[in-house]
């Protein structure tokens, strides 16, 4: 593992909110980018759906460690009852596999 990843690491490791950007970035980033490129949405719009994300990320996270929040959240997946059920790619699988690896190989440094 290079120098380079090591920092990256270090960087994303070292900033406020790491996770709930990380689990914003991880669930929508792509998928707002390809919004934005198809429908010519602003930087301004850009910011204020990744800000939402990150907020709703953070929410999650916390609500997590409080058993009767994190059940009433289910309350959710009301509106999704048409939706396709989750599944686990093999790409998604590849992705965590790849940054665990490449975490592991850099904690022993």
């Known amino acids: 593992m ?3 990843d090591k920092e990256m690491l270090i ?4 900033q406020k909110d790491v996770y709930p950007k990380a689990l914003a970035n991880f669930m929508f ?3 707002i980018e390809d919004a934005h490129a198809k429908y010519n949405i602003s930087q301004e719009d850009m910011k204020a759906m990744n800000k939402e994300a990150v907020n709703r990320a953070m929410l999650f996270l916390t ?3 409080d058993p009767d929040l994190y059940r ?11 939706w396709d ?8 699988y590849d ?3 790849d940054m665990l690896t490449r975490f592991k190989k850099l904690s022993e440094k």
């Open 95 to 97: 992705r965590m596999t």
């Open 11 to 14: 960087a994303a490791l070292s």
């Open 63 to 65: 609500i997590r460690s």
């Open 85 to 92: 059920e989750s599944e686990m790619t093999e790409d998604l």
């Open 29 to 31: 980033r792509e998928i």
């Open 2 to 4: 290079d120098s380079t």
């Open 72 to 82: 009433a959240f289910a309350i959710e997946a009301l509106g999704c009852n048409e």
